[in-house]
């Protein structure tokens, strides 16, 4: 069973989203565990004091390193990644969420306040990791999106097997768009809209190069980071 470990000084908020919809049914079945553990418990005093002020001054407290490296150790299993969640971290991508999914699953750590004490993060060698350019009140939301995306990657959690592989960020490119019925659709700027006729041609061979198409393009003008990432590793593979 994949396991998830959050450490929170707010366990009651998971599994929040995701005790819901694909990742909730695989909670309940499982194939995968939540455990939401509260720091607070590894505090050395009886006020339960987890965060203090920064060396060097400064706004905002710091999460203590005694307390939180307590709480690691004491979840943590041999071969586990330990995450932190940070600002700092590198980008989180399907990539290593693919690997993280095929691991035995993933330590959470979720930061609070300013942040936490730098030697707690080079003493149990956490992975820093952000889920973009922007920042979050705490850590909990962030991993939540990063337990989702591994979850729904786990072997039988998706419908469809298929469906993963050409989901967008696979293979370095975007999903191509989607229409369903009705076929022809009036909305409130009362412009009439027509399926792309190629998809209801019933023609299986241009209907894959259409949406291949339509990844290349989508991904060319929104994301010209990802383009030219991808047309270097071709040239590489080419040589
Ligand atoms: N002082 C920090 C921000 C602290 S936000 C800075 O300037 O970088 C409090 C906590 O929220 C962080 O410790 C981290 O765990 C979480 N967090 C905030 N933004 C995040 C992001 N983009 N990705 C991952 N975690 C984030």
Same mark, same amino acid.
């Given at each position: 069973?994949?396991?998830? !470990?959050?450490?929170?000084?707010? &366990?009651?908020?998971?599994?929040?989203?995701?005790?819901?919809?694909?990742?909730? %049914?695989?909670?309940? /079945?499982?194939?995968?565990?939540?455990?939401?553990?509260?720091?607070?418990?590894?505090?050395? @005093?009886?006020?339960?004091?987890?965060? @203090?002020?920064?060396?060097?001054?400064?706004?905002?407290?710091?999460? %203590?390193? @005694?307390?939180?490296?307590?709480?690691?150790?004491?979840?943590?299993?041999?071969?586990?990644?330990?995450?932190?969640?940070? &600002?700092?971290?590198?980008?989180?991508?399907? $990539?290593?969420?693919?690997?993280? $999914?095929?691991?035995?699953?993933?330590?959470?750590?979720?930061? +609070?306040?300013?942040?936490? @004490? /730098?030697?707690?993060?080079?003493?149990?060698?956490? /992975? #820093?990791?952000?889920?973009?350019?922007?920042?979050?009140?705490?850590?909990?939301?962030?991993?939540?999106?990063?337990?989702?995306?591994?979850?729904?990657?786990? &072997?039988? !959690?998706?419908?469809?097997? $298929?469906?993963?592989?050409?989901?967008?960020? #696979?293979?370095?490119?975007?999903?191509? &768009?989607?229409?369903? +019925?009705?076929?022809?659709?009036?909305?409130?700027?009362?412009?009439?809209?027509?399926?792309?006729?190629?998809?209801?041609?019933?023609?299986?061979? %241009?209907? $894959? /190069?259409?949406?291949?198409?339509?990844?290349?393009?989508?991904? +060319?003008?929104?994301?010209?980071?990802?383009?030219? +990432?991808?047309?270097?590793?071709?040239?590489?593979? #080419?040589?």
């Amino acid at each position: 069973m994949w396991r998830a !470990v959050a450490l929170t000084l707010f &366990p009651e908020m998971f599994p929040g989203p995701l005790g819901e919809s694909l990742a909730g %049914k695989a909670l309940k /079945e499982g194939v995968w565990s939540l455990e939401a553990v509260d720091i607070r418990r590894f505090a050395k @005093d009886r006020h339960g004091t987890v965060d @203090d002020a920064p060396f060097g001054g400064g706004a905002g407290m710091v999460m %203590k390193p @005694d307390v939180l490296s307590a709480a690691i150790e004491t979840v943590a299993e041999p071969g586990m990644p330990k995450v932190l969640l940070s &600002p700092r971290g590198a980008p989180f991508s399907q $990539a290593r969420g693919r690997e993280l $999914a095929q691991g035995p699953g993933v330590v959470l750590v979720c930061g +609070r306040f300013e942040g936490v @004490d /730098e030697r707690v993060i080079e003493a149990q060698a956490l /992975e #820093e990791i952000s889920v973009g350019d922007f920042v979050l009140s705490g850590g909990e939301i962030a991993a939540m999106a990063v337990m989702d995306c591994c979850v729904r990657l786990l &072997p039988g !959690v998706m419908g469809e097997p $298929a469906s993963a592989s050409e989901e967008s960020f #696979e293979d370095g490119l975007l999903e191509y &768009p989607h229409y369903t +019925r009705p076929a022809s659709w009036t909305g409130a700027d009362g412009i009439e809209r027509r399926v792309p006729e190629v998809l209801v041609s019933g023609h299986h061979g %241009k209907v $894959a /190069e259409w949406r291949i198409r339509q990844r290349q393009e989508i991904t +060319r003008r929104r994301r010209p980071d990802l383009w030219a +990432r991808r047309q270097a590793v071709k040239v590489n593979d #080419e040589k």
